[in-house]
């Protein structure tokens, strides 16, 4: 067995180094001494007047931008404009009247007195009465809000109607005497409820 062994190294072929390549190299030449003329210089911008180009542009530039970003003074009017308007639109009108003029109800202490409600059989159709007085137990003259009459019927639902003072002017300790012809409701009456309107 050991007749029939061969030494395979010796057959591989062997290459000169000369044929591997490691690497290229390319040798450059160096630059002209401070003497020498600069023609074979690599020819590189002045970096100071590229510099000072691009500075004076920049410059103007960002001077026109804060100018556009502050805006003009067309701008900020428009601007104060539209907010006073979607203020007066939201309500800022009844805030102003509530703040300028005296408050109707400063002085005024109402209330609903004698309340009597009953249902009218003597025509062709029933209708309900609702009578009563609002009493100014305040120490000034006051405005009377609206009155609202709400009617709770047999099958749960609510019927709401509001009865219209005129702003009618009560003096303190006068009363304002209201009465009231409403439909009766076809399921029936369960509750009556008078109070002044929010």
Known sequence: ????????????????????????????????????????????????????????LRLAGGRQRAARSRGGAAFWLAGVVFAA???????????????????????????????????????????????????????????LPPIDVSIATNDGRMLHYRLGTGAARVAPGARWDFSSRLDVPMNGIRTVTVAFSE
């Not at 401070?34 to 210089?41: T, V």
């Not at 408050?103 to 409600?117: D, T």
């Open 1 to 56: 067995m050991a007749a029939g062994c061969r030494d395979t190294c010796a057959q591989v072929p062997q290459r000169g180094l000369a044929d591997i390549v490691d690497a290229d190299f390319e040798v450059l030449r160096a630059g002209p001494a401070d003497g020498e003329s600069g023609a074979g210089q690599a020819a590189f911008p002045d970096q100071s007047a590229a510099t000072e180009g691009m500075d004076m």
């Open 85 to 143: 308007t979607a203020f007066w639109v939201s309500g800022g009108h009844a805030v102003l009247r509530a703040s300028a003029l005296p408050f109707s109800g400063q002085g005024a202490s109402f209330r609903i007195a004698e309340i009597n409600s009953r249902v009218d059989l003597s025509g062709q159709r029933p209708v309900l009465l609702v009578d009563g007085a609002a009493v100014n137990d305040g120490t000034g003259p006051a405005e």
